[in-house]
Each structure stands twice: as C-alpha cells, then as structure tokens.
C-alpha cells in the first residue's frame, strides 16, 4: 500500500516490494516512510523514517511472503514525521542526498540491464566482474 498524504511519502508494503514510487518521491523531495523489511530496509537506509515490519504476510497467488507493519506503528510514524519540521527536513534532505549517488543514477542502471539482457540474449550465465559492487540476480 502506497499512501501519499499532501507532503509525505509512505510505503507499507504488502509483499510485493516495488519501491520506484519511494524512489520516486525521494527525487522529489518528499519525506518518506517505510517498514524496515527486505530491499526497502537496505536501500534506503537512513533517508525514510523506518519502521519495523512485524506482521507475516503471505500472497499465495504470486507466491511471496513478507512483513508489514502495524497500522499503529504506520500511524505514529505518519504523525511524527508531521509534528517535527526537522524530522521532515531531514528526511528530505537524506532522501535527496542518496539519490543523487552514482549508484541510483539512470546510465548505471541502464548499462546493467543492457548487460543482462545482452547476456541472456546469448544465453551465457550472469557472471559479476570484480569492479562490481552487488551481482544482478538471475531471473
């Protein structure tokens, strides 16, 4: 579940992790909420506002499971991130910083999926290189 409230960004997930919408928001500038659980909880890393992700989720249609987190601790998170200004700012300005990386910028990202795709295109296996810093998991 994606929830946009006027200023601020939340994702709570629902097991299905896909986080361009708090990537999205990041660029933005908007101050972002996320459970501390999966990709979301490495990538992000102190540019949301984290909370735990304590509840089990399970989708038996695509076959993911997960956890999400309470409605209590998405609520509190909502409210904090409202009731501090610095809070807020600082969000904004961590979620700025770390999108304005190298790591997260489009010609990278562009040149790994041309390698994977180049790669599966002649059906060779996914090997990283040395230089690489995370492997490109094989689909």
């Known amino acids: 579940m994606d929830i946009s ?5 939340s994702f709570m997930g629902n097991g299905v992790l896909l986080h361009n ?3 999205e ?3 933005c500038g908007v101050p972002c909420i996320a459970p501390d659980f ?3 909880g490495e990538w992000a890393h102190a540019a949301v506002y984290r909370i735990p992700a304590v509840t089990p989720l399970r989708h038996v ?6 956890r999400s987190p309470t409605a209590e601790s998405a609520a509190q998170a909502l409210e904090d991130v ?3 200004p610095e809070q807020r700012e ?3 300005t961590a979620g700025l910083a770390l999108l304005r990386q190298q790591y997260f910028q489009w010609p990278r990202i562009a040149n790994q999926f041309d390698a994977v795709i180049r790669t599966v295109a002649e059906g060779r296996a ?3 290189t040395a230089h690489e810093e995370q492997a490109v998991p094989v689909c």
């Open 61 to 66: 249609e695509i076959g993911t499971v997960g």
């Open 5 to 9: 409230v006027a200023d601020t960004h």
């Open 21 to 23: 919408t708090t990537m």
């Open 82 to 84: 409202y009731r501090y």
């Open 38 to 40: 999966a990709a979301l």
């Open 126 to 128: 996914l090997v990283p």
């Open 25 to 27: 928001a990041m660029a």
């Open 90 to 92: 600082a969000l904004r």
